[in-house]
């Protein structure tokens, strides 16, 4: 199973989350996707590999959804 407090959250509602965010700060929607960058909260250092590997890629994953919002 997952590690380190993973969230379950679906990528779709934590892009959106992101979204509005970004909005609540005053920054142009449109914007979003070119200039966050989303990261794992934690680092990976000491992270087992299943749970290192699964974050890169539900962080690669909220990005891309961010650019189809």
């Known amino acids: 199973g997952l590690e380190r407090g993973a969230s379950t959250e679906p990528v779709k509602a934590a892009a959106e989350r992101v979204r509005r965010l970004w909005g609540e700060l005053g920054f142009a929607p449109e914007e979003v996707a070119k200039r ?34």
């Open 36 to 69: 966050v960058v989303v990261t794992p909260t934690c680092g990976m250092a000491g992270a087992p590999p299943p749970y290192a590997r699964w974050a890169m890629k539900r962080a690669r994953e909220v990005a891309r959804a961010l650019g189809e919002l």
